[in-house]
């Protein structure tokens, strides 16, 4: 017999991980502000292996529409630079000899209709798998049901469940939201 309050735990678990998965997506996206997290997925040639653009340099946002990456060993300059390069960041670096600056250009309105629609993609996503993880618990609890779980704690569950998921959907809608806003202020 299936024990019903860590099935549920572990339930919220998952939807959990589909709300930090949809907040880590939605700060790569950039929408007109300066943040350092476009700049995760950078990897940087350094001594023999690639490693995160910021173990090799410290990366600050000194204004709004400005990221500066200062690196730690100079001559690391060119490597960090062809790095952003060949990433999607999409923004061409530029450097004094001492710190690489990345001037995030204002978006246009077609571009943050599209950035908005991309968010709603990745947000839609994250929603599924909330959704995939209820019918998961429900299917599990309807077996429990054969393997001689009362109908009434199989309810008392499924509402719980359903409270779960209502939560992690109003937190993904919530996210979006707040996203959208960010992308929409000029």
């Avoid at 998965?21 to 690639?50: C, H, M, P, T, W």
């Avoid at 410290?58 to 990456?69: G, L």
């Avoid at 008392?156 to 992308?183: P, V």
Wanted: charged share 40%.
């Amino acid at each position: 017999m299936i024990d019903v309050k860590e099935t549920l735990k572990k339930s919220e678990e998952r939807m959990e991980m589909a709300a930090l998965f949809l907040e880590e997506e939605l700060n790569r996206i950039r929408a007109g502000r300066a943040n350092v997290a476009i700049l995760d997925g950078v990897r940087v040639e350094s001594y023999g292996s690639k490693v995160p653009l910021n173990q090799v340099a410290n990366v600050s946002v000194p204004d709004p529409r400005t990221i500066a990456i200062k690196p730690w060993d100079r001559k690391e300059i060119r490597t960090i630079e062809k790095a952003i390069m060949d990433s999607d960041v999409g923004i061409t670096p530029e450097n004094n000899g001492e710190v690489i600056r990345l001037n995030i250009p204002v978006p246009t309105e077609e571009r943050r209709r599209d950035l908005a629609k991309q968010c709603n993609k990745i947000a839609e996503k994250a929603k599924v798998e909330v959704r995939n993880v209820r019918a998961d618990i429900k299917d599990k609890l309807k077996k429990a049901i054969k393997d001689g779980l009362s109908e009434d704690n199989e309810k008392d569950a499924e509402l719980e469940l359903q409270k779960l998921h209502d939560k992690y959907i109003k937190k993904l809608d919530d996210l979006l939201a707040a996203k959208n806003k960010e992308i929409m202020t000029v």
